[in-house]
């Protein structure tokens, strides 16, 4: 199984709202990123965390706050987000830090109201 | 820091031909991975080839291959017998090997190539 989940495909939201995004692999990976894309624009990372711990965290405002409660999920949480947090969130995996590839999921397509 | 950059915003070709996507790169580091991934209009982005800086020889991938040419830091993707399933945005990517870095981890995305296989 090579394949990276996350839920929900879609998310609308206002902006006094909390929501989670979820993240699940199963390929024994224990390295697990979030990245947010802008259209026809590359990944931006967000957080990376290692065998469970934040390993990353690329200065992201505290609106955001990621949570990997054991090896194979990864969570996004979401509280008082602006219209422009309104992106496609992409998770992702890998063997580890040193291991060159990352596995993508389909990603959470945000938009904020 | 890494920067990479992909300099044809959008490219496209007729089914069954031949196109090279481009890449540059800067970087002072000495051992580092390049990749090629590709997002298709459905969104997941694969992994289409990856390069080792310390190997000499190209990486090909059926049908995909790379021109690297390390002193000038160059990474091109070719892309032979085009099909209409190869449309989709292309980047290039770079990731130091350089466990004590700050950049350890992480993806440096160049800016994507969108790329359309007309028939």
């Known amino acids: 199984d090579t394949e990276v989940t996350q839920t929900p495909k879609h998310l609308v939201m206002g902006m006094t709202n909390k929501k989670s995004l979820k993240c699940e692999q199963h390929m024994g990976h224990r390295a697990m990123y979030w990245y947010k894309q802008k259209a026809k624009k590359p990944p931006e990372l967000m957080f990376v965390y290692s065998y469970e711990k934040l390993s990353i965290n690329e200065s992201v405002p505290s609106r955001f706050s990621p949570e990997c409660p054991n090896s194979s999920l990864l969570n996004l949480h979401l509280h008082a987000l602006q219209p422009e947090d309104s992106a496609l969130y992409l998770c992702?995996?890998?063997?580890?830090?040193?291991?060159?590839?990352?596995?993508f999921g389909p990603g959470t397509r945000l938009t904020v109201t | 820091a890494q920067t990479v950059t992909q300099s044809q915003p959008e490219m496209s070709v007729q089914e069954a031909e031949t196109v090279t996507l481009s890449c540059t790169y800067d970087?002072?580091?000495?051992?580092?991975?390049l990749f090629w991934y590709k997002q298709p209009p459905s969104r997941q982005m694969i992994l289409v080839i990856r390069q080792e800086a310390y190997k000499q020889q190209n990486a090909t991938e059926n049908r995909f291959s790379v021109n690297f040419q390390k002193a000038a830091k160059s990474f091109s993707l070719k892309i032979s017998d085009s099909q209409l399933g190869d449309t989709a945005m292309y980047f290039c990517?770079?990731?130091?090997?350089?466990?004590?870095?700050?950049?350890?981890?992480?993806?440096?995305f160049g800016q994507g190539t969108i790329l359309t296989v007309h028939p």
């Open positions: 992702a995996s890998s063997q580890g830090l040193q291991t060159y590839e990352q596995y």
């Open positions: 970087t002072s580091e000495s051992n580092y991975y």
């Open positions: 990517a770079f990731m130091t090997r350089n466990a004590g870095g700050t950049s350890y981890g992480k993806l440096t």
